[in-house]
């Protein structure tokens, strides 16, 4: 299976910018999926994520500015980012196919697949 990420780029403080990713090589359709970031040294950090019931959960610092959305048919999702922040500056990351939730809720805390990541930066 591989995941391929696409969209990322340069923009100025709050523009926009549209990520995707697809997903190919599977036999079945990604339970959930979600982006990732990490920005120069820190930690990879959660953005959104979407289970294939169409729930969504993202990270307080996006919340009000990022949309994720799905197409489970395709194993595709995308993640439309607005008012976007110098503090947004990352390598973005897809990762599908859940193995493990957090303990009672559906939240994802382990993935399978993994992209190689698309560079997003924001100037001020």
């Known amino acids: 299976v591989q995941l391929a990420e696409f969209g990322g780029g340069s923009v100025q403080a709050g523009g926009s910018l549209k990520l995707s990713c697809v997903g190919s090589?599977?036999?079945?359709?990604?339970?959930?999926m979600a982006w990732y970031r990490q920005a120069p040294g820190k930690q990879r950090e959660l953005v959104a994520e979407?289970?294939?019931?169409?729930?969504?959960n993202y990270a307080d610092s996006v919340v009000g500015r990022f949309i994720i959305s799905g197409d489970s048919a395709k194993n595709a999702m995308s993640l439309q980012m607005s008012a976007l922040k110098p503090e947004d500056t990352a390598v973005y990351y897809c990762?599908?196919?859940?193995?493990?939730?957090?303990?009672?809720?559906?939240?994802?805390?382990?993935?399978?697949?993994w992209g190689q990541g698309t560079q997003v930066t924001v100037s001020p």
């Open positions: 979407i289970a294939n019931s169409g729930s969504t």
């Open positions: 090589g599977a036999t079945y359709t990604f339970n959930h």
């Open positions: 990762a599908a196919e859940c193995r493990q939730t957090r303990g009672s809720v559906w939240y994802c805390a382990a993935f399978d697949f």
